[in-house]
T-cell receptor, first 120, second 116 residues
Framework: GAGVSQSPRYKVAKRGQDVALRCDPI?????LFWYQQALGQGPEFLTY????????KSGLPSDRFFAERPEGSVSTLKIQRTQQEDSAVYLC??????????????????FGPGTRLTVL | KNQVEQSPQSLIILEGKNCTLQ??????????LRWYKQDTGRGPVSLTI?????NTKSNGRYTATLDADTKQSSLHITASQLSDSASYIC???????????????FGTGTRLQVTL
């Protein structure tokens, strides 16, 4: 089956513009994560969904960042009024969940190729 | 301060040579440690994952070691190939809570270049 896919792969936005980044997780994966990766740095956690519920959004840098996963599959990360410091690669990852509802930390996270956002 | 530090930042080696990448972490409580390979323009791909009770884990030419007492890990690459050129990222998981997913703390990575 296909892995995690993201679109667009590249996005150039003018400062102040709104953008929407899409993530299609692996089919059947319950957990979905968004990460921000600045140039030359490791990814940093933004937010986490379990099905349609956003259980952790502690990593979102400001209220201009908003993520949703309304039907528990595809997710969209929206950035309003983009700023230059938002320029980064945005990675999406998905993982399975053990039966019974307990997510083992050992669960593999499968990453998409990322969306490279450049804000001019 | 990043809780996962990696060294060196970059490394150039000749094809066929071995190399070792280092990772030191301060994340607590510690759950597991992973090494990822990230090719340019791609998402990270898992190489190994170890719990705190494991000392070593191999995946082909990649061997990871873990010393939970000193909070150090290494990734050894044997007989390097041109395709090994990538960033290698050490990732530590901490604080697993029931009903939530693990939160990963990423190092900044070591950029490896294998040349002829």
């Amino acid at each position: 089956g296909a892995g995690v896919s993201q679109s667009p792969r590249y996005k150039v936005a003018k400062r102040g513009q709104d953008v929407a980044l899409r993530c299609d997780p692996i089919s059947g994966h319950v957990s979905l994560f968004w990460y921000q990766q600045a140039l030359g740095q490791g990814p940093e956690f933004l937010t986490y969904f379990q099905n349609e519920a956003q259980l952790d959004k502690s990593g979102l840098p400001s209220d201009r960042f908003f993520a949703e996963r309304p039907e528990g599959s595809v997710s969209t990360l929206k950035i309003q009024r983009t700023q230059q410091e938002d320029s980064a690669v945005y990675l999406c990852a998905s993982s399975t969940r053990l039966a019974g509802g307990y997510v083992q930390s050992y669960n593999e996270q499968f990453f998409g190729p990322g969306t490279r956002l450049t804000v001019l | 301060k990043n809780q996962v530090e990696q060294s060196p930042q970059s490394l150039i080696i000749l094809e066929g040579k071995n190399c070792t990448l280092q990772c030191n972490y301060t994340v607590s409580p510690f759950s597991n440690l992973r090494w990822y390979k990230q090719d340019t323009g791609r998402g990270p791909v898992s190489l190994t994952i170890m719990t705190f009770s494991e000392n070593t884990k191999s995946n082909g030419r990649y061997t990871a070691t873990l010393d939970a007492d000193t909070k150090q890990s290494s990734l050894h690459i044997t007989a390097s190939q041109l395709s090994d050129s990538a960033s290698y990222i050490c990732v530590v998981t901490f604080g697993v809570q029931r009903g939530t997913a693990s939160k990963l703390t990423f190092g900044t990575g070591t950029r490896l270049q294998v040349t002829l």
